[in-house]
């Protein structure tokens, strides 16, 4: 199982786009490493900077349709060679969100009310977040204040986190 | 209670319910192009389970950078065509025989009403026009696809889309998907099936059916779906005569594909269409849309006619028609890349491809180049485009460049004005 510790990154904006994750003039790229230092390089967010914001991260936090667009498991994997691993947001794109469970990371959904909190209470600060895959619960701290908020994830996509991904869930089973 | 038609393909290719919720489904095609293939080709390679389900179905091209363009394209070729050769499989398109995965694969007939289809690319809900479902998906569900021939999915969820009424002289399938999109919103239709239905979709020909479903993808949906008819057999029967003793035979069998009168549907929305005007895009998502007549006078740098949206026969006619006679503008350049090998040989018999050279149009080989732009009409930063496509994302044909989506008749006549312009054809 991969880890889903450390830093979050907030991104306050709703259909923030596959391109926008990983532009298409970096689909030529043959390994997941080599799209490390282009993640979000085309993002379109007032006071996000590209080259401060993302060094350290392990978590996203953003609005609804996150990953909306391409395909392009690219987007997962920039996240993922960055050490994203774990992405909360009010809903997302169907095929980002299924690319995420495969690759063994998670997208998870949580309200607008609790997305909504979340952006109030921690974006403006250093803020770390944990998920604890056993109890099924998010602990999210900053200095002055710690939440634990319990998330629901399909018994599939839990699966896909343990086993690390649908490859070798689906050579095992089929 | 009846059954949807994505519903029926589920109960037929279903051979796994591992939880609740969790449908593993048989596959009948895996599309593969060299953009998202080479990665699951090479781990499974690491794995040492270098293989495929069936090579018969599993069909191969390389399309979005063509021929390529620099050592890393040229890789990633050399990827997929070493692989299918390896793997014997047999329906590979290369260089010279290849063209826009979902022009070129249903144009071979390997579509087939009651299908499951995958592929590495969001756009491949373009072949439930077939009455397939046919689902983009990353490409781990594409290489467990090739490995295994299967794919998990939710429940097919669907959207009734009912277009009713008659479109107007000048007003296409593209017109009308810009419009459902605005209505849905970019995630309308996140993990349904949007099926489209009613006389203006019974009217239309495979490749206008295409177009509306080709750009499902941009309000969530999975998959787009019409039901199959006629018109459906026409567009097959030069791949198909052979199975079948006649085209009756053949509708009679694909007949079983469509909805129950009694189907249980998660929405179904009605729209008379008949007032519908052309239709373009603003601002960076595709359910920015405004009639063309509140964006007459935008200025453009570059049109672009081409792509799995609308890149195919019919919609080269219609930008000939309204080309014939004019010459594109001076403050604009214009590229038009026909989608298959098959398409520009019939533009060139029609004399299609003269009108665009003749109105000042740079003609590509087929590929999806500019469209996302890997290549083949990169914009500059600042400059916009008057395209046929399906995604206005920011920096979708170039960092810092602007897309236009429209109908090819109203990227024809914006070539000709420089200004983002309503066709002749459109006489409302």
Redesign the interface.
């Known amino acids: 199982m991969k880890k889903f510790s450390g830093k979050v990154l907030f991104l306050d904006r709703n259909?923030i786009?596959t391109?926008?994750i990983i532009?298409?003039?970096y689909?030529?790229?043959?390994?997941?490493e080599a799209l490390k230092p282009f993640l979000l390089e085309?993002l379109?967010l007032d006071g996000f900077d590209v080259t401060r914001d993302i060094e350290e991260k392990a978590a996203v936090i953003t609005r609804?349709?996150f990953g909306?667009?391409?395909?392009?498991?690219h987007a997962?994997w920039a996240l993922e060679v960055n050490g994203i691993h774990v992405v909360l947001a009010e809903?997302f794109?169907?095929?980002f969100r299924?690319?995420m469970y495969?690759?063994g990371m998670f997208a998870i959904e949580l309200s607008k009310g609790q997305i909504d909190y979340l952006f109030e209470t921690y974006s403006r600060k250093e803020t770390s977040l944990e998920v604890d895959v056993e109890a099924s619960h998010l602990i999210i701290e900053t200095e002055d204040k710690k939440d634990i908020i319990e998330f629901k994830v399909?018994?599939?996509d839990m699966?896909l986190v343990r086993e690390g991904?649908?490859?070798g869930y689906?050579?095992k089973?089929? | 209670m009846g059954k949807t038609l994505a519903e029926k393909i589920f109960d037929a290719h279903r051979v796994d319910m591992p939880f609740p919720d969790t449908h593993v489904l048989k596959l009948d095609r895996v599309f593969c192009h060299e953009i998202t293939t080479p990665i699951a080709i090479t781990d499974l390679m690491a794995r040492g389970m270098d293989r495929v389900f069936d090579p018969t179905k599993i069909k191969a091209v390389i399309d979005h950078v063509t021929p390529a363009k620099d050592s890393k394209t040229a890789e990633q070729g050399k990827i997929i065509r070493d692989w299918a050769k390896r793997n014997e499989i047999k329906d590979f398109f290369d260089v010279g025989r290849n063209g826009v995965c979902h022009a070129i694969f249903p144009e071979k007939g390997f579509v087939r009403p009651g299908f499951t289809i995958i592929m590495g690319d969001s756009h491949t809900c373009t072949h439930g026009a077939f009455g397939a479902f046919a689902a983009g998906v990353g490409t781990t569900d594409l290489e467990v696809g090739i490995l295994k021939g299967v794919c998990a999915f939710h429940f097919p969820k669907t959207l009734k889309i009912v277009l009713e009424g008659a479109l107007q002289a000048g007003v296409y399938a593209k017109d009308v998907i810009l419009f459902i999109i605005k209505e849905l919103t970019v995630n309308g239709a996140t993990n349904m099936v949007i099926e489209f239905t009613g006389p203006v979709v019974d009217a239309m020909s495979m490749e206008s059916r295409m177009t509306l479903c080709n750009m499902a993808v941009e309000a969530g949906g999975t998959s787009g779906i019409c039901y199959p008819d006629m018109t459906t057999v026409d567009y097959l029967w030069p791949t198909i005569n052979e199975e079948y003793a006649s085209k009756e035979a053949a509708l009679a069998e694909f007949s079983q594909w469509i909805s129950d009168d009694d189907a249980d549907y998660e929405e179904v929305r009605t729209y008379n269409i008949s007032d519908l005007e052309p239709m373009v895009t603003f601002g960076y998502k595709p359910d920015q849309v405004k009639s063309v007549s509140d964006m007459t006078g935008t200025e453009v740098n570059q049109i672009y006619i081409g792509s799995c949206t609308n890149g195919r026969i019919e919609d080269l006619r219609v930008a000939a028609q309204v080309l014939k006679g004019h010459k594109i503008s001076d403050d604009v350049r214009a590229i038009v890349s026909p989608a298959t090998p098959g398409i520009y040989s019939k533009a060139l018999k029609e004399g299609i491809i003269e009108i665009f050279q003749e109105a000042g149009f740079c003609v590509t080989n087929p590929t999806c180049g500019a469209c996302l732009g890997m290549s083949n009409g990169v914009l500059a930063e600042g400059e916009a485009c008057a395209s046929t496509t399906n995604r206005n994302f920011n920096g979708r044909m170039g960092k810092g460049g602007t897309v236009h989506l429209m109908s090819p008749a109203s990227a024809a006549a914006t070539a000709i004005t420089g200004k983002i312009t309503n066709s002749p054809l459109f006489k409302g």
């Open positions: 259909d786009n391109d926008e532009p298409a003039r689909l030529t790229e043959i390994t997941k085309d379109s609804e349709n909306c667009g391409s395909s392009r498991e997962p809903s794109a169907r095929i299924q690319n495969n690759c399909g018994g599939f699966t991904g649908w490859v689906a050579d089973h089929y």
